[in-house]
């Protein structure tokens, strides 16, 4: 009963979850979690605008339309955090529930004319996604593959080629100013790469479902590893296991309470927060029972080190 | 409190009427007319000040009054309400390569998933520019660095598992990698051990003997004759600034630090009697 339609849903949705997941480690790491969440709800008023301006759901304009509106919420929650003197939580609140409304009414607009449901905004349609396919060299496949391998692409791209750029802006942002990397510049890059990725995303899995792409699997790989490197693989490849296991965990799961099928994207969600669970519980050393069982096994390490300074 | 100071000799107060600079550009860090404020708050007010060269440097005054504030300034790293201040002759966006900034140990997150050797390797991310990458000859001048600082066992520790007074070293150690001519550091003896204390000491002086200057916020008034060369004492305003034999005063410290000082005082008197 595993068709290619159910191959296209998981690799739709892993190509999805790592392309979250790399810019979500830097958000993860700077302590912006919720940038995420703002960002994917306040791209709504971007692509409806988009769709006014030109009429299509072509993915070009729909794009630019989502790239601006996340880079307006990144730079609407400097000025009011500034200028409001309200901290970083409370400004982002005020920005994107303002935008995510003016978008919910927009689209409420266009409702009539266009098949944009705020039901699809809100939980993605990633089961219908292999119907609507692109032919790329004589093969078929389904656009939200095409779009969401392109944007993985380009976050590799750009996180390759400026690792160590984020990983000094997000460690020491100040230093980065005094080295000539601009914190500032760095840290609209991410919020854009955030954007599109998240403007990708949507689509297929919602907006809701994309915050928990960005963050858990980057936020799993963080109890595993105290490498940057291995954090961003780690979590690349939580996030795959949170696909797979989440279609069919979509496919399996319901049939034993007698229901049908649940939404592949809600599933996909539930996946990622069980994997992080399990991290949480067993992570090699900072695992709450891991440590649990350690301390009732092992014998007492003595604490002092041949160390100068300890303080 | 701060006007009639400004008549030491030490601050050199000729250049007020200047519009450009008239120093020699071997003065490492010249300010002028420096004024900085938070909200509309002043937070450094009308700061006049030149820096001698190969000088150990402390920058000493109350909480609040703005040493981190000033050393911000001058990095670029706050906008400036008026003024200027010039490294080498040259504002600071030309003079990146001979700075090295350390920052406040608490500024950064120490959770972060790097090992003492990355971020030491940062101090050299200027010289490699976009987009390159931390290649071997810079991993070994990291590793020298880390040396340096006597903590080269626990490079490849993430920093979250260091002490207080290891990270600090780090930090120094990134400093380091930089290679710069002039060294602001922001309280680097705050909650660090004796040996650590002892440690960055010796390195300000070796420093401060290869012709290197060194600005340092620090805040223990009891150590200062002992640490620094010079010394500015600091209340939103310049209260003095020259060698710490004539300007480390019981008369400046009452001017800098007001009717705290007396109380400071009475503190260090009591612990002084007080038989261990």
């Known amino acids: 009963m595993w068709t290619s339609f159910d191959t296209w849903i998981v690799v739709v949705g892993s190509l999805c979850a790592v392309a979250c997941a790399l810019p979500g480690c830097f958000l993860v790491l700077r ?58 939580g409370a400004a982002m609140g005020i920005v994107f529930t303002t935008l995510f409304a003016i978008g919910l009414i927009l689209i409420r607009q266009a409702a009539d004319h266009v098949d944009l449901d705020p039901g699809c905004v809100l939980y993605g349609a990633i089961e219908l996604t292999p119907l609507d396919t692109v032919s790329v060299g004589g093969f078929d496949i389904p656009r939200a593959a095409l779009v969401n391998g392109i944007i993985l692409l380009v976050n590799l791209l750009f996180l390759t080629l400026l690792y160590k750029e984020f990983k000094l802006s997000s460690f020491d942002p100040d230093l980065a100013d005094t080295l000539g990397y601009s914190s500032g510049f760095l840290h609209y890059l991410l919020m854009t790469l955030v954007a599109v990725t998240t403007v990708a995303a949507f689509e297929s899995v919602g907006s809701i479902i994309v915050i928990a792409m960005l963050i858990v699997p980057p936020a799993t790989a963080l109890l595993l590893t105290h490498d940057l490197l291995k954090m961003l693989i780690i979590a690349a490849a939580a996030a795959v ?71 | ?51 001698p060269e190969g000088k150990l440097v402390g920058i000493v005054g109350p909480n609040g009054a703005g040493k981190s504030t000033l050393i911000k300034a001058c990095l670029d790293l706050i906008p400036r309400t008026s003024g200027w201040a010039h490294i080498y002759g040259v504002p600071y966006r030309k003079a990146r390569h001979r700075v090295a900034y350390v920052p406040q140990r ?9 090992n003492a050797l990355d971020v030491v390797a940062m101090g050299a991310y200027r010289r490699l520019g976009w987009f390159r990458r931390v290649n071997a000859a810079e991993t070994k001048r ?43 550091m922001d309280e680097p003896f705050a909650a660090v051990d004796a040996a650590t204390e002892q440690a960055i000491v010796d390195l300000l002086r070796r420093l401060s003997s290869e012709g290197k200057t060194c600005l340092v916020v620090h805040h223990d008034l009891a150590t ?5 060369d010079w010394i500015v004492l600091i209340n939103m305003r310049i209260v003095a600034a020259g060698p710490t034999a004539e300007t480390f005063t019981r008369d400046n410290l009452q001017k800098t630090y007001g009717g705290k000082l007396s109380l400071l005082e009475k503190a260090a008197e009591a612990l002084r009697s007080t038989p261990r």
């Open chain 1, 31 to 88: 302590k912006m979690s919720m940038m995420g969440d703002a960002i994917s709800h306040a791209v709504l008023p971007g692509l409806a605008i988009a769709f006014y301006i030109t009429g299509t759901r072509a993915s070009i304009p729909m794009f630019l339309g989502a790239a601006l509106a996340g880079l307006l919420t990144a730079l609407f929650t400097q000025w009011i955090m500034r200028f409001g003197n309200v901290d970083r």
């Open chain 2, 106 to 114: 608490e500024s950064v997150d120490w959770d972060f998933p790097v």
């Open chain 1, 241 to 311: 296991l949170a696909a797979v296991t989440g279609h069919l965990g979509a496919i399996v799961v319901p049939g034993w309470f007698g229901f049908e099928s649940t939404t592949t994207s809600g599933m996909i969600a539930l996946a990622s927060g069980l994997i992080f669970l399990l991290a949480w519980l067993f992570s090699p050393d900072q695992g709450i029972i891991t440590r649990q069982f350690r301390r009732d096994l092992a014998p007492p390490v003595p604490l002092s080190e041949p160390d100068t300074g300890t303080s």
């Open chain 2, 224 to 228: 200062v004759t002992s640490y620094f």
């Open chain 2, 142 to 184: 990291a590793m020298e660095a880390l040396e340096q600082v006597g903590i080269a066992h626990l490079a490849h520790r993430q920093i979250s598992q260091l002490s207080g007074g290891q990270q600090q070293r780090v930090f120094l150690a990134r400093a380091l990698m930089q290679d710069a001519d002039l060294y602001l």
């Open chain 2, 1 to 51: 409190m701060h006007t009639e100071s400004l008549s030491g000799q030490a601050v050199f107060p000729a250049k007020h009427t200047e519009p450009r600079p008239e120093h020699p550009p071997e003065v490492p860090l010249a300010i002028h007319d420096l004024t900085v404020a938070y909200q509309r708050k002043p937070v450094l007010w009308d700061i006049d000040l030149n820096i």
